[in-house]
């Protein structure tokens, strides 16, 4: 049966976009994008979006940077991410990895597939297999980079030489200190130059996940 359905919605930050809702819900998911709003975008950026989902901070960023890769696993998912291409826009159908992997086990999530990951966890039973990318390789030509992959995040080597701004949210995960790693890896962004534009998480809910981080 299905549950979901493609609807065009009105977006100030996008300026409309096709986007996944649930049946029986009333309106579709839209994501307030608060941290990525942060990071004021350049004429010359060239940003990608890792864990796209429909797009909507990618086609935020399309407004103002030079061109937008955005990257995104589920293949249901990214029709719709395909829907919303632009003209300074690259979609693609690919999970981003921490490792040399060519192909990963994508574990699906129910409704609206929001939380699709390539890190299993209690309430994903369901997976496809899908094609990979190396983090390294995704972003080798980035300025801006925007992470939301479910907890995939702590897997990458985020800090490289050519990224200016990166935009980051952090996922709990169950059997794994991810509070330790994620603090972790704001040090290591503080002791490369990166210095917050909001404030940074302390994870005392679950919407205090949030973070980004400009290269002074």
Do not use: C
């Not at 980035?142 to 907890?151: F, L, P, R, T, Y």
């Amino acid at each position: 049966m299905t549950t979901t359905e493609k609807v065009f919605i009105e977006n100030k930050h996008t300026l409309g976009h096709y986007a996944l809702k649930n049946v029986n819900s009333k309106n579709a998911f839209q994501n307030p994008m608060k941290s990525a709003h942060s990071i004021e975008l350049r004429s010359d950026d060239i940003v990608v979006d890792i864990g796209a989902y429909v797009g909507e901070y990618a086609l935020f960023a399309s407004r103002f940077a030079k061109r937008v890769d955005a990257y995104e696993a589920s293949p249901t998912t990214f029709e719709v991410l395909n829907m919303n291409s632009r003209e300074n826009t690259r979609m693609y159908n690919l999970a981003v990895v921490g490792d040399d992997s060519t192909q990963v086990e994508l574990f699906m999530s129910k409704g609206i597939g929001a939380t699709n990951s390539i890190v299993k966890s209690d309430r994903k039973d369901s997976f496809v297999i899908v094609d990979a990318i190396r983090y390294e390789d995704a972003v080798k030509d980035a300025s801006v980079v925007k992470i939301d992959v479910e907890g995939a995040e702590y897997s990458y080597n985020i800090i490289q030489p050519n990224l200016r701004a990166v935009i980051l949210e952090f996922h709990p995960m169950t059997g794994f200190d991810f509070k330790k790693a994620a603090n972790y890896m704001i040090e290591e962004l503080r002791d490369h130059g990166f210095e917050p534009t909001i404030p940074i998480p302390q994870f005392k809910n679950g919407w205090d996940t949030n973070s980004a981080f400009i290269r002074k």
